[in-house]
């Protein structure tokens, strides 16, 4: 057998996209499958959107674009970024990439290395994580905790920081918990990072509109004094209902000092993907530009699920749910059920039917918990909740 290098030996898995092939798999059989597993809105992408991406290509785009992006995408992800922050970026700092992802690949093996430490939220997005051990360096988790709401805490954070420290990731609204920051602990982290100049930022805002009960989502590019050493990877998956399209940008730093970091990315895109392709670029933009009455509808449909979950969760023997403010997933704690959480999340799916998530899949403190994804239909999360309880209660 061929030896790689050991690097591959620590990647990691989401662990969502191998309970959607069981799930699937087990729906071939022809059992009936409700899937609560997946992290990816249950809406097509609204119609504009794919008509702006057939019009490319009868146009004629099918060419390869600049490493960076299409400057009409850079700038109506700029504009885009001052209407929901307030800050004006310049597009000459804004990235396109295939996904999210790519971005958090960049920014984690551009600071990544054996010796380093780079911190990221436990329970988090598994990737994080992942990437980190890929690097060398160390995985060094932040807490996020039930009885904070699931937001971090801007002082156990500050305090795991070290000499060593390279990168800190954080991300808000959050996957798995759907846990929002509130500002005054943003603000509080920022103060806090002044005394760690040597650290850089990761903000993963691929959530930011995805907010419920008036939450305001804080991007950390509103702290002027952050802006030289952060990141912020945002996207379209989640907001437009566009995760097949593999369509992220980034944010990057400023000032010719740090501008080195975007040649980097910019570099790194050069030889991975070179580009991404011109007519996902087209709906991009027309996802941005145009009208937003889709994603409205997407949200208040988030939002009464959210209730309906909720609410059901709480009603099962042994499961408590805190109300989550953004993103569509509800982390319940089930530690009273006598179950460990992938156990119960395996045993759900092949007895019952309910794809869900178990919540160490998203780091050690997600023991206890599991996540179920509402982007399903409400009718179907109520036949899941029925399952659920029914299972629990035999
Ligand atoms: N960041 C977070 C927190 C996510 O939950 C996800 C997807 O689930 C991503 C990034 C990746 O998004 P993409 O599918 O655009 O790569």
Request: proline share 7%.
């Amino acid at each position: 057998m061929l030896q790689t290098i050991a690097a591959f030996d620590r990647i990691g898995e989401e662990n969502a996209f191998a309970v959607l092939a069981r799930a699937t798999a087990l729906a071939a059989q022809g059992k009936d499958i409700i899937n609560l597993g997946i992290g990816q809105p249950d809406f097509r992408t609204p119609e504009h959107i794919v008509e702006a991406a057939i019009k490319a290509l009868r146009d004629g785009h099918h060419g390869y674009t600049p490493a960076t992006g299409l400057l009409a995408t850079r700038v109506a992800v700029a504009r885009r970024t001052l209407t929901t922050t307030g800050v004006e970026v310049s597009p000459e700092n804004v990235m396109i990439l295939p996904g999210g992802k790519p971005t958090m690949y960049a920014a984690i093996v551009m600071f990544g290395e054996p010796g380093a430490e780079i911190l990221y939220p436990d329970p988090g997005f598994p990737i994080y994580r992942s990437m980190i051990e890929f690097t060398g360096a160390k995985p060094v988790p932040v807490p996020i905790r039930e009885e904070n709401g699931f937001a971090f805490s801007a002082e156990e954070t500050l305090a795991l920081i070290t000499p060593k420290t390279r990168l800190l990731i954080l991300n808000s609204p959050a996957n798995p918990t759907g846990g929002v920051t509130p500002r005054a602990e943003i603000e509080k982290l920022a103060k806090g990072l002044e005394k760690h100049p040597h650290v850089a930022i990761l903000s993963d805002e691929i959530y930011d509109v995805m907010t419920y009960d008036g939450e305001q989502h804080c991007s950390l590019l509103q702290f002027p004094e952050l802006r030289e050493r952060l990141i912020v990877l945002n996207g379209w998956s989640k907001t437009w209902a566009m995760t097949g399209w593999r369509m992220g940008w980034s944010i990057w730093p400023n000032s010719d000092a740090s501008s080195h970091l975007y040649d980097k990315v910019r570099k790194l895109a050069v030889n991975c993907w070179s580009c991404v392709n011109a007519p996902s670029q087209h709906a991009g933009i027309a996802a941005i530009d145009g009208p937003q009455d889709a994603v409205d509808v997407m949200m208040k449909a988030f939002d009464r699920r959210r209730k309906v979950v909720v609410d059901g969760l709480n009603k099962l023997p042994g499961v408590s749910c805190i109300t989550p403010k953004g993103a569509f997933y509800a982390f319940p704690n089930i530690s009273k059920t006598g179950w460990k959480a992938k156990k119960l999340a395996s045993a759900l799916l092949e007895e019952t039917g309910v794809a869900l998530i178990g919540g160490p899949d998203f780091g050690v403190l997600g023991e206890g918990y599991i996540r179920l994804s509402y982007a399903n239909s409400e009718e179907n999360i109520l036949r899941a909740l029925e399952r659920v309880g029914n299972f629990l209660a035999a």
